[in-house]
């Protein structure tokens, strides 16, 4: 069984850590989240991805019951986000928290990890964040990247079941981003369920099991990076045109759709073995070039249509 039907089936078993039911929520005309259906295992790691302005933040508003849906039901270990929340089940970093003023690194994580009933020594969530060498400083005389990271370490002081975390890297250097990724990777070892949002595909394909990818509000895609390269067409095939139409290429056997630039066209492929085959009958190979689509481009073509065209969404494994 694939590691997703094991979430599935612990799922089916222990009931979900998130479910949103056709959850929406709407700002005056904006429907910023349109109809949300997500299930998330325990155990699972789910990366939201999206371009500014898809709805992560309010997805995540929804989550941590920071807002009502206006229709539709979100619910965390089958209870409303607020239980949960107050059961200290769930850890969020989030974007625009700003720590208190005049209190040191050690204070603040301290008390936060107070309220919490069943908190992980203050020493490890410092450690678990890279800033154990920080515990003495005062929280409003950090950097942007260490205040981020004081934030972490305030998602984990409960050591929650749950950890949702807000683009937890936009501040962060490469290399506090790289301690941050193991830290949370063994965070989630550990069994727990973590949910966060990015916009960087890279980071979604290395750190999530899942990737959930947000667009104007709805899910145009879930499923794992492997399957939204091969749900975006696989392969990018390109050609010289050398002065052919490019119209006829879109005909071709497993050709989903067609690019044209500076006199080559770039072929977006499910199946590069029968279309270069085609293009050969053709005569047609001049300049030819068979590359893997970049999780890049199949997300770019995922989120390229039209609204009309983003009622459903890709489900990329059965559920
Ligand atoms: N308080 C608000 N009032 C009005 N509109 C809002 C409000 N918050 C969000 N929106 C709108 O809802 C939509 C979704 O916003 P949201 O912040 O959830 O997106 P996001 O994916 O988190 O974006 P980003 O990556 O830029 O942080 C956007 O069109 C945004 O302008």
Do not use: C
Not at 184 to 192: E, L, N, Q, T
Request: proline letters at 5%.
């Amino acid at each position: 069984m694939t590691q997703r039907g094991q979430q599935r089936g612990q799922r089916g078993q222990r009931g979900s850590a998130v479910s949103f039911t056709g959850a929406v929520r709407t700002y005056g005309a904006v429907r910023a989240v349109d109809g949300v259906d997500l299930d998330i295992a325990p155990g699972e790691t789910v990366a939201l991805l999206g371009r500014n302005g898809a709805g992560k933040s309010t997805t995540i508003g929804l989550l941590l019951g920071l807002y009502e849906p206006d229709a539709g039901a979100v619910e965390l270990f089958g209870a409303p986000p607020e239980r949960s929340v107050r059961a200290g089940r769930v850890g969020a970093m989030l974007q625009d928290a700003r720590p208190v003023p005049r209190v040191t690194v050690g204070e603040l994580v301290t008390f936060v990890a107070s309220r919490y009933p069943a908190p992980m020594p203050v020493a490890r969530a410092l450690e678990l964040a890279g800033i154990a060498g920080l515990a003495g400083r005062r929280v409003d005389r950090l950097s942007g990247g260490q205040v981020q990271r004081v934030r972490f370490a305030l998602a984990l002081a409960g050591d929650p079941a749950l950890l949702v975390l807000d683009e937890p890297t936009a501040a962060l250097d490469v290399e506090a981003r790289h301690a941050f990724w193991d830290s949370m990777r063994a965070y989630a070892r550990r069994g727990h369920t973590v949910l966060f949002s990015t916009h960087y595909l890279e980071e979604a394909d290395a750190h999530a099991d899942r990737i959930v990818i947000l667009d104007r509000g709805r899910i145009v895609a879930d499923g794992t990076g492997e399957d939204l390269r091969r749900a975006a067409g696989g392969n990018l095939v390109g050609i010289d045109l050398a002065g052919r139409d490019p119209d006829s290429l879109a005909l071709l056997p497993g050709v989903r759709s067609v690019d044209v630039q500076d006199g080559r066209a770039l072929l977006r492929t499910d199946d590069s073995d029968a279309t270069v085959i085609a293009l050969a009958e053709l005569g047609a190979i001049r300049g030819l070039e068979v590359t893997p689509a970049s999780l890049d481009d199949s997300f770019l073509a995922l989120t390229a249509a039209g609204p009309e065209t983003l009622t459903e969404s890709h489900d990329l494994e059965p559920r």
